[in-house]
């Protein structure tokens, strides 16, 4: 006896060092290098937002961007905690909701094939480049994501187990956490709704199914309501073409960095596609539950935003975030349904894809707008009596974010902040006060932003324009210019004796 409880309790220890390996393995993935990529246009958004008053915040959340308010609200918690935001604590927050999401997902794999498949897929979810990505970014993305894990979760154990009772609760619970954290997770429950289809758990589960999907929808309507009359920091999306479907399925895998070269994004994704294609000939020995779970899930939710794209352009692929896990299920269920030869050659063939695309999701111009160059120009040549102007819309918050680097440096294109306005943009000063600005200073940078939605850019370039005029009538003219990720900085100087024009 003493030696099977030892052997037991062997096996135990075993299987959860294993449970643990992926949610930690993801978190180390996403705290590994997360201060390096440049902070860009919506985290610099949450950034802002999140550094407000309280009133401040829920005056803006009233008016504008409700869809991100529980992020928001989040990012102000950890704020108050940590006396203060930088971009390191938001994304250390995604790396949290990535590791949930990984460590969800082997619980969701053991539910639905066993250990094996619960690890396999886990750890797949945590190596993938896009959740690294997405690990560090201060958006809400990756907490959509460990919620539509989590919820999926919930879904399974209800078809399969006695205890439904508390996992209604829970599913209605997550099904509401999702809409709120964003309102296009909801398409997730088409997705359930097709797995619940293809299960055929019988008319008593399906009533009760509904009853919490009712419960958990009717929780998120109140955001409806609000957001359907607001605006929100949300960029442009490309339109639907032929390409889009393997476009979106290889930004799944890697995100689109044009640091990595293509010959490696296409064998990421054709080994993936490969699998795939392996699993679906060897089907009949996957689990059935994982199918009827994984392929729902993957496909659905897109199709449905594919077709609302078709009149209203808004098939952004990280607005699908959390389809990923979905990716992981399949290709882990792909790896335990084949030869052992076949597996290892699945793990040789994407190595040097995916370690380069971790390499280059962490490279300061990874990402739309390369800040970290703007403030490294600004602290290497500026001056003395130096002063910015931002192109407006956005562009002007990045001042907002990094106070410590615009110190002693005034914006001269400012009227009113985005906070004391209880809006998402800074106010841009009129000609005649920039015109009058500038009569005090003799070097002046010039920041503008080109990573902008089609509302943000067209006030950006009328600002800009406008700028452009008053410069040049007191007498400015460009001494050094810098293109740099989504911003262009340029000094623009006159002669000290030179005065303005009237």
């Known amino acids: 006896m003493p030696v099977l409880r030892g052997a037991s309790a062997g096996r135990a220890l075993v299987r959860g060092v294993a449970g643990l390996m992926p949610p930690v393995v993801a978190f180390v993935l996403g705290v590994w290098g997360n201060t390096a990529p440049s902070v860009w246009t919506d985290e610099i958004?949450?950034?802002?937002?999140?550094?407000?008053?309280?009133?401040?915040?829920?005056?803006?959340?009233?008016?504008?961007?409700?869809?991100?308010?529980?992020?928001?609200?989040?990012?102000?918690?950890?704020?108050?905690?940590?006396?203060?935001?930088?971009?390191?604590?938001?994304?250390?927050?995604?790396?949290?909701?990535?590791?949930?999401?990984?460590?969800?997902?082997?619980?969701?794999?053991?539910?639905?094939?066993?250990?094996?498949?619960?690890?396999?897929?886990?750890?797949?979810?945590?190596?993938?480049?896009?959740?690294?990505?997405?690990?560090?970014?201060?958006?809400?993305?990756?907490?959509?994501?460990?919620?539509?894990?989590?919820?999926?979760?919930?879904?399974?154990?209800?078809?399969?187990?006695?205890?439904?009772?508390?996992?209604?609760?829970?599913?209605?619970?997550?099904?509401?956490?999702?809409?709120?954290?964003?309102?296009?997770?909801?398409?997730?429950?088409?997705?359930?709704?097709?797995?619940?289809?293809?299960?055929?758990?019988?008319?008593?589960?399906?009533?009760?199914?509904?009853?919490?999907?009712?419960?958990?929808?009717?929780?998120?309507?109140?955001?409806?309501?609000?957001?359907?009359?607001?605006?929100?920091?949300?960029?442009?999306?490309?339109?639907?073409?032929?390409?889009?479907?393997?476009?979106?399925?290889?930004?799944?895998?890697?995100?689109?960095?044009?640091?990595?070269?293509?010959?490696?994004?296409?064998?990421?994704?054709?080994?993936?596609?490969?699998?795939?294609?392996?699993?679906?000939?060897?089907?009949?020995?996957?689990?059935?539950?994982?199918?009827?779970?994984?392929?729902?899930?993957?496909?659905?939710?897109?199709?449905?935003l594919a077709a609302v794209s078709l009149d209203h352009p808004l098939f952004a692929y990280r607005y699908l975030l959390f389809c990923l896990p979905a990716v992981a299920l399949l290709l882990a269920t792909a790896i335990t349904v084949v030869p052992l030869r076949v597996q290892l050659l699945f793990v040789l063939l994407p190595a040097v894809p995916l370690a380069s695309s971790h390499l280059a999701i962490r490279q300061e111009d990874s990402r739309p707008w390369d800040t970290s160059a703007v403030r490294a120009t600004l602290r290497i040549h500026d001056a003395p009596g130096d002063a910015v102007l931002f192109s407006g819309a956005r562009c002007g918050l990045i001042a907002t974010a990094f106070k410590e680097s615009f110190t002693g440096r005034p914006d001269l294109g400012r009227a009113r902040t985005a906070a004391e306005l209880g809006a998402l943009d800074n106010l841009p000063a009129d000609p005649a006060d920039l015109q009058q600005r500038l009569a005090h200073t003799s070097r002046v940078w010039r920041i503008d932003c080109n990573h902008l939605s089609a509302g943000a850019r067209q006030a950006a370039a009328r600002t800009a324009a406008a700028q452009e005029q008053v410069l040049r009538r007191a007498g400015f003219s460009p001494a050094y210019h810098r293109s740099v990720s989504g911003v262009d900085i340029t000094l623009e100087q006159r002669p000290v004796t030179s005065q303005p024009a009237h």
């Open 45 to 304: 958004v949450t950034i802002d937002v999140a550094r407000r008053s309280w009133p401040q915040m829920m005056g803006l959340l009233g008016q504008a961007d409700a869809v991100h308010g529980l992020h928001y609200v989040l990012m102000w918690l950890i704020g108050q905690v940590c006396g203060g935001l930088t971009e390191f604590w938001p994304r250390v927050a995604s790396a949290a909701a990535v590791a949930v999401a990984a460590g969800g997902l082997a619980w969701l794999g053991r539910l639905l094939g066993g250990p094996r498949l619960g690890l396999c897929a886990g750890l797949l979810l945590a190596v993938l480049p896009t959740a690294s990505r997405y690990a560090q970014e201060a958006r809400s993305f990756a907490f959509v994501m460990a919620v539509a894990v989590l919820a999926t979760g919930a879904l399974v154990k209800i078809l399969s187990s006695r205890a439904r009772g508390r996992w209604l609760v829970c599913y209605a619970v997550l099904i509401a956490l999702l809409g709120w954290f964003n309102l296009l997770g909801m398409l997730l429950l088409a997705a359930h709704a097709v797995t619940v289809a293809l299960r055929r758990p019988g008319r008593r589960i399906v009533v009760r199914l509904l009853w919490a999907q009712a419960a958990g929808i009717a929780a998120v309507v109140p955001l409806l309501l609000l957001a359907s009359a607001q605006s929100s920091a949300v960029g442009d999306a490309a339109p639907i073409t032929a390409g889009t479907p393997f476009n979106y399925f290889t930004w799944l895998l890697t995100p689109g960095q044009s640091t990595l070269p293509t010959a490696l994004k296409l064998l990421l994704t054709l080994t993936a596609l490969a699998a795939l294609t392996l699993l679906v000939v060897r089907r009949h020995k996957a689990s059935p539950l994982a199918l009827a779970v994984g392929a729902p899930w993957l496909i659905i939710p897109p199709l449905l």
